[in-house]
């Protein structure tokens, strides 16, 4: 069983950036999807990005492919979402999720951890 913990998120201007980290324990990530997800107040959880572990390939949500990159790290088991150039619409609470290479769904989530963007 994945156990994921986010961490990274804050109170940052319009503009500002922020490193979203996602840590995993119980498995390491090797064989495994895993995406960010995001849900604001009043709105449904929505894709922001996904990486596949094992090929490194990675695809985003047209709102944020040219301000937000998904990286990891193997040494660390860990996941990063990198937001650059935040705007007000970004405030979310931000869902780190997994899945493996097989599965139809995410089915491991994170607690979130929340953006918010100022004005």
């Known amino acids: 069983q994945v156990q994921l913990v986010e961490s990274g998120g804050g109170l940052v201007q319009a503009g500002g950036s922020l490193r979203l980290s996602c840590a995993a324990s119980?498995?390491?990530?090797?064989?495994?999807?895993v995406g960010w997800f995001r849900q604001a107040p009043g709105k449904g959880r929505e894709f922001v990005a996904q990486i596949n572990w094992r090929s490194s390939s990675t695809y985003y949500a047209d709102s944020v492919k040219d301000r937000f990159t998904i990286s990891r790290d193997n040494t660390k088991n860990t996941v990063y979402l990198q937001v650059n150039n935040l705007k007000p619409e970004d405030s979310a609470v931000y869902y780190c999720?997994?899945?493996?290479?097989?599965?139809?769904?995410?089915?491991?989530w994170g607690q979130g951890t929340q953006v918010t963007v100022s004005s």
């Open positions: 119980g498995r390491t990530f090797d064989s495994y999807i």
């Open positions: 999720a997994a899945k493996t290479l097989v599965a139809n769904r995410f089915d491991h």
